[in-house]
T-cell receptor, first 113, second 109 residues
Framework: NAGVMQNPRHLVRRRGQEARLRCSPM?????VYWYRQLPEEGLKFMVY????????ESGMPKERFSAEFPKEGPSILRIQQVVRGDSAAYFC???????????FGQGTRLTVV | KNEVEQSPQNLTAQEGEFITINCSYS?????LHWLQQHPGGGIVSLFM???GKKKHGRLIATINIQEKHSSLHITASHPRDSAVYIC???????????FGKGITLSVRP
């Protein structure tokens, strides 16, 4: 059973471009969470999704950021028109229903130049 | 005030020492997680606790629900234990995690 898979591991984008971060949860896990770790700061919640539904997006910036978890395929975190302040490590975690155990991916390190 | 506070912020120890990292929280929780992150690396879940005590190898985690406090102990510390240790709490079974800022531990040989 493969762990939570995130890709790419490293992503470099120029200001104004789009960034797409992918997360494939562990097999059997229907809950996906995205967290952001800014340089020298702690982890912050962004969004919680189940298949085809956004459950809690209270941590998502109001503009440029969106997330989805389609019926088929990985969860996608999309950042439009990236700015330097978006440079961070983005972590995905998945959990099975009801248990609350958290399994994290290796993260995607986004650098905006 | 943050919902999750960790102390000390940075910690240096000699190999072989017994280490304690503390975490206090101010909200009601369903579970508390201890996580480990090596520099530039991913995040590994060490423990999930809702009561009492858990042990895995040289690591021991305890939680006191009444006092809203948890500790992570490392026995016979080793340089490979050098990492950031993060405490996180969850208010419901599948709700989001709220994190402390993490403790940077350095174990010298």
């Amino acid at each position: 059973n493969a762990g939570v898979m995130q890709n790419p591991r490293h992503l470099v984008r120029r200001r104004g471009q789009e960034a797409r971060l992918r997360c494939s949860p562990m097999k059997g896990h229907s809950h996906v969470y995205w967290y952001r770790q800014l340089p020298e700061e702690g982890l912050k919640f962004m969004v919680y999704l189940q298949k085809e539904n956004i459950i809690d997006e209270s941590g998502m910036p109001k503009e440029r950021f969106s997330a989805e978890f389609p019926k088929e395929g990985p969860s996608i975190l999309r950042i439009q028109q990236v700015v330097r302040g978006d440079s961070a490590a983005y972590f995905c975690a998945s959990s099975p229903p009801g248990l609350g155990e958290a399994f994290f991916g290796q993260g995607t390190r986004l650098t905006v130049v | 005030k943050n919902e999750v506070e960790q102390s000390p912020q940075n910690l240096t120890a000699q190999e072989g020492e017994f280490i304690t990292i503390n975490c206090s929280y101010s909200v009601g929780i369903s579970a508390l997680h201890w996580l480990q992150q090596h520099p530039g690396g991913g995040i590994v879940s060490l423990f999930m606790l809702s009561s009492g005590k858990k042990k895995h190898g040289r690591l021991i985690a305890t939680i006191n629900i009444q006092e809203k406090h948890s500790s992570l102990h490392i026995t016979a510390s080793h340089p490979r234990d050098s990492a950031v240790y993060i405490c996180a709490v969850r208010s419901g079974a599948n709700s989001k995690l709220t994190f402390g800022k993490g403790i940077t531990l350095s174990v010298r040989p």
